[in-house]
């Protein structure tokens, strides 16, 4: 069993920045073994896809509407997981959810963008972004 923590959801202004960052642990559980992604949801709006990084670290992908602004990045020494949010706009606004591929492979022929792909999932935390 995987628990996948999120942290650093708040409210902020528009143009402002935020960092979550996700911390995973389990027994038996070895971090660099997955791959790791945020996604979203809105109220009345399906979960989709953020961004997500590779099980070394060397790849990352991006929903369109955040590339540019937002970047991933993983700690293999701290289990960790984060998404540095920048020039966040008021559409921006939405639960953000960490998981975990636990059966990725090191090369896959395509990023992990389906919710398919993930098997744990954390609780979530909000990002409110005023306009």
């Known amino acids: 069993q995987v628990q996948l923590a999120e942290s650093g959801g708040g409210l902020v202004q528009t143009g402002g920045s935020l960092t979550l960052s996700c911390v995973a642990s389990?027994?038996?559980?070895?971090?660099?073994?997955?791959?790791m992604a945020w996604f979203r949801q809105s109220p009345g709006k399906e979960r989709e896809f953020v961004a997500t990084i590779s099980r070394s670290g060397s790849t990352t992908s991006y929903a369109d509407f955040v590339k540019g602004r937002f970047t991933i990045s993983r700690d293999g020494a701290r289990n960790t997981v984060s998404l540095q949010m920048n020039d966040l706009k008021p559409e921006d606004t939405a639960v953000y959810y960490c998981a975990a591929a636990s059966r990725a492979i090191l090369a896959p022929v395509r990023p992990y963008t389906s919710r398919d792909d993930y098997d744990y999932w954390g609780q979530g935390t909000q990002v409110t972004v005023s306009s």
């Open positions: 389990g027994r038996s559980y070895t971090f660099s073994r997955s791959a």
